[in-house]
């Protein structure tokens, strides 16, 4: 029945992987993100802490 829907309506089936992608996150623009933080969230976050003397927060 669902398949059929489907069909009529020139719809595709997500598979579960496919459908975390989407729903639950991930993908390039999400590993892109989180690339960018763990780099140069790091690289600022250690620079700031140097110039106020700050002790690192790991």
Do not use: C, H
Not at 41 to 51: E, V
């Amino acid at each position: 029945m669902k398949m059929d829907v489907l069909n009529r309506n020139d719809l595709i089936a997500l598979s579960q992987s496919e459908l975390f992608e989407i729903t639950g996150g991930g993908g390039p623009i999400s590993e892109a993100l989180e690339w960018y933080y763990k780099t140069m969230g790091s690289f600022y976050r250690g620079l700031w802490d140097g110039l106020t003397g700050a002790d690192p927060k790991l």
